[in-house]
C-alpha cells in the first residue's frame, strides 16, 4: 500500500543551555542565542516514518516544520535519513505562535499539501512539554489520532495497528487512515544520516536561507530538488488573527534555568528510630501528611 506521510518536527532550543538572554522582551523564547537542535522525540516519530516506507513500496515522507529560515536546517536532516521533501513554514507573522496558533498554521499546511494518509510528530517538544501539538492539529483536520505510540506495526486494509506505552502497560490499537500518531522517545531512535543522502541534499536550501553569493548557486537551476518549499501564511491562505501572537492566547512569562544543590544532607541506618524521625521530620514540614 502506498502511502503519503507527513512527519511534524521542530526546531528547539536546546534547553540546557539557557542564559539570561534566553527570553526576548515580549516574552517569547529568543532562539537566535540558543543552540538549535531537532527536537527528540521527533526523531523517533521520522524513524518511524521512515520504517513505514520500507516496508511499504512507493511511499513518501514529507517533514513539514515551522520556523525562521535556519530551520531549514531540519528538512535537510530528514533528507539525509531518507525523507522525500519538506515544507518551511516561514513568515514573521508565524512568530511567538503557542500551541493553538502553531497547530493552526500546521494544520493549514496539511490541508495545502494534500491527501495525506498518515501524519507523525513527537509526542511533545522538550521547550515547552505541553504535548498539544499533535492533538489540536488532529482536531482541526478532523482525523483520528493515537498518541504515545512506541511502534507503528502494520498498516494493512486501511487501517494502523500501533502499540502504545501507557501508565502501567503497553497497549495495541488499531485506527482507520488518515490518522495522526504521536510517537514517544521510547520509541526507536532515529537511524544514521546516509553518506550519500548527505551528498546529495548538503546544499539544499529555502530561498530565503541563500545569500546569493555561494559557490554552487548555479546547482539551483540544475538540480531542482535542492531548492525546499518555503510557505507563508498566505502561501497556506491562512488566518493572520490566527497566527503568531494575535493567534496565541498564551504567553511564556519566562524561562529560567533552574538548578538544583543539596544544602544539607543526612544518613540514615534502616534503624526504626531513624525512620520514625525521619517521618515526622517529612511530616512537620508537610512534605507528607
Given at each position: 500500500m502506498k502511502l503519503k506521510i507527513v512527519v511534524l518536527a521542530k526546531q528547539?532550543?536546546?534547553?540546557?543551555?539557557?542564559?539570561?538572554?534566553?527570553?526576548?522582551?515580549?516574552?517569547?523564547?529568543?532562539?537566535?542565542?540558543?543552540?538549535?537542535?531537532?527536537?527528540?522525540?521527533?526523531?523517533?516519530?521520522?524513524?518511524?516514518?521512515?520504517?513505514?516506507?520500507?516496508?511499504?513500496?512507493?511511499?513518501?515522507?514529507?517533514?513539514?516544520?515551522?520556523?525562521?529560515?535556519?530551520?531549514?536546517?531540519?528538512?535537510?536532516?530528514?533528507?539525509?535519513?531518507?525523507?522525500?521533501?519538506?515544507?518551511?513554514?516561514?513568515?514573521?507573522?508565524?512568530?511567538?505562535?503557542?500551541?493553538?496558533?502553531?497547530?493552526?498554521?500546521?494544520?493549514?499546511?496539511?490541508?495545502?499539501?494534500?491527501?495525506?494518509?498518515?501524519?507523525?510528530?513527537?509526542?511533545?517538544?522538550?521547550?515547552?512539554?505541553?504535548?498539544?501539538?499533535?492533538?489540536?492539529?488532529?482536531?482541526?483536520?478532523?482525523?483520528?489520532?493515537?498518541?504515545?505510540?512506541?511502534?507503528?506495526?502494520?498498516?494493512?486494509?486501511?487501517?494502523?495497528?500501533?502499540?502504545?506505552?501507557?501508565?502501567?502497560?503497553?497497549?495495541?490499537v488499531e485506527a482507520p487512515l488518515p490518522v495522526l500518531i504521536t510517537v514517544n522517545g521510547s520509541a526507536a531512535p532515529a537511524r544514521p544520516c546516509n553518506a550519500k543522502l548527505m551528498m546529495k541534499y548538503k546544499y539544499a536550501t529555502c530561498p530565503m536561507e541563500r545569500k546569493g553569493d555561494e559557490p554552487w548557486s548555479a546547482l539551483y537551476e540544475s538540480r531542482p530538488y535542492l531548492t525546499l518549499n518555503q510557505w507563508s501564511v498566505a502561501d497556506v491562505n491562512g488566518d493572520e488573527a490566527q497566527c503568531g501572537l494575535s493567534g496565541s492566547p498564551t504567553k511564556v512569562k519566562s524561562v529560567q534555568n533552574i538548578v538544583f544543590q543539596a544544602k544539607e544532607s543526612k544518613t540514615l541506618t534502616g534503624s526504626d528510630a531513624d525512620i520514625e524521625s525521619l517521618m515526622k521530620e517529612l511530616i512537620s514540614e508537610k512534605i507528607i501528611g
Open positions: 528547539v532550543p536546546d534547553t540546557r543551555n539557557v542564559g539570561k538572554d534566553a527570553m526576548t522582551a515580549e516574552g517569547t523564547v529568543n532562539r537566535a542565542v540558543l543552540p538549535a537542535i531537532f527536537n527528540p522525540e521527533d526523531l523517533n516519530a521520522l524513524e518511524q516514518a521512515l520504517r513505514l516506507k520500507d516496508q511499504n513500496p512507493g511511499s513518501t515522507v514529507g517533514v513539514l516544520t515551522m520556523g525562521p529560515p535556519r530551520a531549514g536546517e531540519i528538512i535537510r536532516q530528514g533528507l539525509y535519513r531518507g525523507a522525500d521533501t519538506g515544507w518551511l513554514l516561514t513568515d514573521r507573522k508565524f512568530a511567538g505562535a503557542d500551541t493553538l496558533a502553531t497547530s493552526y498554521a500546521l494544520s493549514m499546511a496539511i490541508r495545502k499539501i494534500g491527501d495525506v494518509d498518515i501524519i507523525l510528530g513527537g509526542r511533545q517538544a522538550i521547550d515547552g512539554d505541553t504535548a498539544q501539538v499533535g492533538p489540536q492539529v488532529a482536531q482541526k483536520l478532523g482525523l483520528n489520532q493515537v498518541t504515545y505510540a512506541e511502534e507503528i506495526l502494520k498498516i494493512e486494509d486501511g487501517k494502523a495497528t500501533i502499540r502504545r506505552h501507557i501508565d502501567g502497560g503497553v497497549e495495541t
